[in-house]
């Protein structure tokens, strides 16, 4: 079973979803793109549907990421088939406890930028869709720097074994698949 990982954003059309094709790009430089799940998704559902903001897909493109993208919103009855929900910022990290429905579940919650030791006490990454480019290679220059914090805590997460499968009780309750 793949060790998966969702980012969240407010309306995953900017930071998830930039997070997520940065963090897909280094895990498969790593080679473990059989091991390894990346995905992302929005606490609020304005935006399902809808692709990526025009800025985000032209910051990932000009620095050599995919961007193939569609929005859709965080679901409750996703924790149990994640390993590791990333939340972009504080608001996104108190909405997504809010959905979560066990102790187990709340602990599978981090804040990306505590994956950057050189973050310091500022671990929100800021919401560029209010301002221009710069806003987005400043996300994108704050996700790369602690994406390697995170495949290191997504690697030792994979050698801890493989997760447990879902109880039956929560079967079909897994993120519906994505292609990339």
């Given at each position: 079973?793949?060790?998966?990982?969702?980012?969240?954003?407010?309306?995953?059309?900017?930071?998830?979803?930039?997070?997520?094709?940065?963090?897909r790009a280094r895990v498969e430089?790593?080679?473990?793109?059989?091991?390894?799940?990346?995905?992302?998704?929005?606490?609020?559902?304005?935006?399902?549907?809808?692709?990526?903001?025009?800025?985000?897909?032209?910051?990932?493109?000009?620095?050599?990421?995919?961007?193939?993208?569609?929005?859709?919103?965080?679901?409750?009855?996703?924790?149990?088939?994640l390993d590791l929900v990333v939340?972009?910022?504080?608001?996104?990290?108190?909405?997504?406890?809010?959905?979560?429905?066990?102790?187990?579940?709340?602990?599978?919650?981090?804040?990306?930028?505590?994956?950057?030791?050189?973050?310091?006490?500022?671990?929100?990454?800021?919401?560029?869709?209010?301002?221009?480019?710069?806003?987005?290679?400043?996300?994108?220059?704050?996700?790369?720097?602690?994406?390697?914090?995170?495949?290191?805590?997504?690697?030792?997460?994979?050698?801890?074994?493989?997760?447990?499968?879902?109880?039956?009780?929560?079967?079909?309750?897994?993120?519906?698949?994505?292609?990339?």
């Open positions: 079973m793949a060790y998966r990982v969702c980012f969240v954003c407010t309306g995953n059309i900017c930071r998830s979803p930039l997070a997520e094709h940065v963090f430089e790593a080679g473990l793109g059989g091991a390894v799940e990346v995905d992302s998704a929005g606490t609020g559902g304005w935006h399902e549907g809808d692709g990526a903001d025009p800025r985000t897909v032209a910051v990932l493109e000009e620095h050599g990421y995919t961007s193939g993208h569609t929005a859709r919103q965080f679901r409750a009855s996703w924790f149990p088939a939340a972009l910022d504080e608001g996104h990290v108190r909405e997504l406890r809010r959905l979560a429905r066990t102790p187990d579940e709340a602990s599978k919650i981090r804040l990306l930028r505590s994956y950057d030791p050189s973050a310091g006490d500022a671990l929100d990454v800021p919401d560029p869709y209010y301002g221009g480019p710069e806003g987005f290679e400043e996300c994108l220059e704050m996700t790369e720097a602690a994406s390697e914090g995170l495949l290191a805590a997504v690697r030792e997460g994979l050698r801890s074994g493989p997760r447990e499968p879902l109880p039956e009780e929560h079967r079909g309750d897994e993120i519906e698949e994505r292609t990339p």
